[in-house]
């Protein structure tokens, strides 16, 4: 297994693998960019081409290897991201060297669900049961071409069909339980799911079926419209987006993607040829189905249903597309109230107003002016409180002051006071993020010995000299254990060996001291715009708290002779001397 892992870190390289999802930039001899686990301003995600490594310096504060990496992106196993790897490395796995329970689950379920798409789709088109299916398709428009690209199916009026089915193929009937394809009745009686149902298959970007949503033919008061796969071990609504795997590339390749409610509404315009386009299910927009977006793009067009449930959907999902720097735009159909009704009346006018799309904060300012009276100043107020919590979450300063000059303008005030309004909602905002949301802690001591530790490093590794860095830095200075030794370690090295390699260096150390050598290596990367001359405030801090702390814990232990020694050495700590040391580097 470890050969497998070890190959598979060798053909893919890790900088050009996260670049696909993060925008990275050259620093000396590693690259940085902004975080894609949290929000931040300031690039603090640094990735080492030579160690093949990452780390978040910021709020995730973990790193890892490729795998990793993927791991926390997709939020999936270890097994199943060395899956999807070595899958695209061209990697055969040696299955046996390895159990994974989780994977085994998953597989199973992705194996019947592929297997039930077949069944479904050979009812449809191959059996005269599956003509109702072939009659309703037809009276929507659908073609043949579309519905085997979709691998639509139908789920004939039978209770247990599917289940004799994949009872026949050899799977368990706990297994098609959990998958969702099947339902435990009251009486413990077990049935198909989709039955007398237009089933359409659910794809994640992998191209694996996740589940099925099946809409019911014809009148019947006592079920519902339509029938979805429930949360299962592969299966999240929340952040799946349907046809996310036809759709992909061509959102990739436009830089934009079209976001509309339900299959058909999704269907039809692929069908006309809109193929950057996927469907969410319900009302809801979520911060996962964002953060898939974002690989391929980061510009949405909102086309739902501009109705209050629609626009409601819209605006909770603008404060996390903002979060995440994206580009919202609304499509307004002039043709029909939704997408399918608007296709339907008028392609040519569809794809208009596809391209039309304006702004998500003029549609949200559309919306208030249309509900109150800009000119009545108790109506001014409706609209300015409802828009705040929007225009506060604003992160762009261009952006920010284009619609505070333009709300401003609107109700007839000045800028100050729109500005005061929202500095008090982001107030507010961050009032409550600060009691709910916990935060990686780290002093600035702390900081300081991570950051000297890898400064020297990166210095050592450039062919820099840092000897005389070295004399103006004691062991004693570095208070932490583990950094402590791995100073210990450089140090003894530096002055042994004519050239400092690092992976060389890592290889000299106990395994134990890995990780925390990784990460102070990548550490000074985030903070790259520090001169020389900085350094001189960082070790004269870093000075100034190593002697404190022995004098504070030579007091707790009653020890006079070593108080007095600390404190001496604080008393008499000179910045000449450091300085001096430092600038001749």
Known sequence: MNQNIDEVKQRIDIVEYISRVVQLKKSGRNFKGLCPFHQEKSPSFVVSADRQIWRCFGTCGTGGDVIAFLMKRDNITFVEALHDLAKEAGVSLDTTAFEDKQWNIKETIYKMNLLAAKYYAYIL??????????????GRGINDKIAKTFELGYGPDSWDSLLKFLLKKGFKEADIIESGLVVVGNSNNVYDRFRNRLVFPIKDAKDNI???????????????????????PVYKKRESLYGIHLAKDAIRKLNVAYIVEGEFDMIHPYQQGVDNIVAIKGAAFTKEQLQLLKRYTDKIVLALDTDEAGIEAMKRGITEAEKMDFDVHVAQFTSGKDPDEALKNDPVAFKKDLNSAIPIYDFLIQIEVKKHDPKNPFEKKKIAEALA???????NPIIKSHYHKQLANILEVDEQSVEKLMRYKKQQRAGSIKMATPTVKTTREENDQKYVLSYLMQRAESGSSVLRLLMCINLEDIIHPAMQKVYSAFTDWVKSHETFVYQEFMDSLPNELHSTTDELYLYATVNDDIEDSDMIDVIMRLKKFAYLHYSNQSLQDNNDEKYRYWNGLLQKLDRSNVEKSLLTV
């Open 210 to 232: 996740i589940g099925f949503s099946g809409r019911l033919l014809g009148a019947n008061e006592k079920q519902a419209k339509y029938v979805n796969t429930p949360e299962t």
């Open 389 to 395: 919590p929007f225009f506060s979450f604003m992160q």
């Open 125 to 138: 088109t191959e059996t005269k049961v599956g003509e109702k299916g072939r009659e309703y398709l037809k």
